[in-house]
């Protein structure tokens, strides 16, 4: 091989190589900065509570944790009408076993129906589950600390990035909560949350 053809090919060959090196780096960095994001989603019980002039609905809550396959999900049910307790479900588990729970826990007007979620750039598993158990002990008001409520404090708890009601909507209006089916299906989606979709 000519002495001029080998440098030439021996420049290409350093060209690809500096190529391929930045190429790892940009992908190590995008998985870098994925691993510490997360996903979070609203499960919808569209029929579960009626306030007399039609269905208001009833809202769950689910976080991935971290990088992991698990899902840490739940929900204020208030199943004791005496208001003593808010009837606060939370379980962890993988993303099918989270979706057959919410499906088959209620029947009826009381089931859970459909889902949509959101990534989020970033993930604080533990102080979620502590505001998941801090949900589940600090009492329940239809109007003010309430299923869809509590959801959204533990998703602040979460992401940071939450907070930025272009994320995740305000769910209050001058202090008294919003019904969950319009934060579900008109609000969640002006804030460019995934479509919805059946359990």
């Not at 008001?141 to 959204?152: D, G, R």
Request: with cysteine; net charge positive.
């Amino acid at each position: 091989m000519p002495e001029a053809t080998s440098r030439t090919h021996r420049a290409v060959l350093s060209l690809i190589a500096v190529a391929l090196s930045a190429t790892a780096a940009i992908i190590t960095a995008d998985r870098a900065e994925a691993a510490t994001g997360g996903e979070v989603c609203l499960v919808l019980a569209p029929n579960n509570v009626d306030l007399g002039a039609g269905p208001v609905g009833h809202i769950g809550w689910a976080f991935r944790n971290g990088t992991s396959s698990t899902w840490t999900f739940g929900a204020t049910e208030n199943n004791d009408k005496t208001g003593k307790t808010n009837g606060t479900f939370i379980e962890t588990s993988s993303w099918n076993t989270m979706l057959s729970t919410f499906k088959k826990r209620h029947s009826g007007n009381q089931q859970y129906v459909k889902y949509r979620c959101l990534n989020t750039p970033s993930s604080d598993t533990a102080k979620a589950q502590r505001a998941a158990r801090t949900s589940a002990t600090n009492g329940y008001n239809l109007l003010s600390n309430n299923c869809l409520t509590k959801s959204v404090d533990i998703f602040h708890a979460y992401s940071p990035w939450l907070n930025d009601t272009r994320h995740l909507p305000d769910p209050k209006l001058l202090g008294v909560s919003k019904f969950p089916n319009h934060y579900y299906n008109d609000l969640l989606p002006e804030a460019s949350w995934g479509a919805t979709h059946n359990l």
